[in-house]
């Protein structure tokens, strides 16, 4: 059947979303799913999906499912959250089973694919930080190819087990020091996926994109990856 735009009541309670439809008189052919951070919300992301205005694709931002403990504020991707009792700092490998099942299951698989009728070939995960970590674990998981994954400082963790490698396309990006995305993630990450294109920023740090010639790698992947009848415009949009 041919694909429709979602609605917020084809997701199961309590999920919490925000659905950015294509430019008017444009069809959705694509649904690009955006994944936020570690203590921020999916409105973040609402906003990202917005400026891309990506032609004939639908953005959905999901918020993680649990929120933060002591009132932080924010959400997170993990099963649990665990500190190491003398720096008092988070573990970074949470383990993400909780939502590679929401992700993978009750919003690819019921949702867009079963309810919606979307090929996963025109679905694309895009993540930052912990939310990278959460769109390359489910890509993983899935026994079918996706449109891609792209994870901004987000690597494949060690809680994920690697058996056989993925055919989704993986763009990885991360700064040129201060960062998660080192030699060996790098490396985990072509063990376990079959095309990976790595980005090195010139910048310190993992952050988002906040000019257009950092923008552009993502930009060119979209162009890649996106079904499109009218072309996807490459590095015409800034954020951060």
Same mark, same amino acid.
């Given at each position: ?96 089973? +909780? ?5 993978? $299951?009750?919003?690819?698989?019921? =949702?867009?694919?079963? @309810?919606? %009728?979307? /090929? ?62 080192? +030699? ?5 990450? $072509?063990?376990?996926?079959?095309? =990976?294109?790595?980005? @090195?920023? %010139?910048? /310190? ?36």
């Amino acid at each position: 059947m041919p694909s429709r735009l979602p609605t917020p009541t084809d997701f199961p309670s309590p999920f919490i979303l925000s659905i950015t439809p294509p430019p008017p008189s444009q069809q959705p052919v694509n649904i690009l799913l955006l994944l936020h951070g570690l203590g921020d919300t999916n409105a973040s992301f609402t906003t990202l999906g917005t400026q891309l205005a990506l032609p004939e694709t639908a953005c959905i931002s999901l918020q993680a499912p649990t929120p933060l403990p002591f009132d932080l504020g924010g959400f997170h991707w993990g099963d649990d959250l665990q500190f190491d009792s003398a720096t008092g700092q988070m573990d970074v490998d949470l383990g993400f089973k +909780k939502a590679v099942d929401m992700i993978g $299951r009750d919003v690819i698989e019921s =949702v867009l694919m079963e @309810k919606c %009728g979307y /090929s996963p070939r025109n679905i694309i995960l895009f993540g930052f930080g912990q939310g990278g970590m959460a769109a390359v674990a489910t890509a993983h998981s899935l026994e079918f190819e996706l449109g891609g994954v792209v994870s901004i400082g987000g690597p494949l963790l060690s809680s994920c087990s690697v058996n056989g490698k993925s055919t989704t396309p993986t763009l990885v990006l991360g700064g040129s020091s201060n960062t998660v995305i080192t +030699k060996s993630a790098v490396s985990r990450f $072509r063990t376990a996926f079959q095309t =990976v294109q790595y980005h @090195k920023w %010139g910048k /310190s740090g993992d952050g988002m994109p906040g000019n257009r010639e950092e923008m552009l790698p993502i930009m060119k992947f979209f162009a890649r990856r996106l079904r499109s009848r009218s072309g996807v415009p490459e590095g015409s949009v800034e954020v951060g």
